[in-house]
């Protein structure tokens, strides 16, 4: 079932903008919850903020609908592949000290997802 939020508000980049009516699933994208507070992320930013500005339903584009715990997470995951090398100095600290085996597991487990990103995508560059 859809919902229908009047004059929906989103943040994209650094600036708010009104998008307008919108329809928006009442479930969560990812873990398929119902939930009544569920927010965009923006899987990547593709347009300058001037852009947003002159065309508000650009900020729509290349997201994905999350509950707050999963969009806690996709912020997570951004941070991780934005900043690489920073992510696995800490992953070899974490591993170091031995604090939390389920912290390196998951920073395992998305550099396993990273690489099989990246052959997708150089396949599917490859094909083109």
Do not use: W
Not at 21 to 46: F, I
Request: hydrophobic letters at 35%; glycine letters at 4%.
């Amino acid at each position: 079932m859809q919902r229908v939020f009047a004059k929906m508000k989103i943040r994209y980049r650094r600036i708010t903008v009104d998008v307008g009516d919108v329809k928006k699933p009442d479930r969560c994208e990812a873990c398929g919850k119902p939930s009544k507070k569920l927010q965009h992320h923006h899987v990547v930013y593709r347009y300058e903020t001037k852009e947003v500005r002159k065309n508000p339903k650009l900020a729509l584009r290349n997201t994905i609908i999350l509950c707050y715990f999963d969009h806690k997470i996709g912020n997570s995951l951004s941070l991780i592949h934005a900043n690489k090398e920073r992510a696995l100095k800490l992953r070899k600290l974490i591993k170091q000290k031995g604090d939390d085996e389920k912290i390196v597991a998951v920073v395992e487990k998305m550099e396993k997802l990273r690489k099989k990103k990246l052959k997708y995508e150089n396949l599917q560059h490859n094909l083109r």
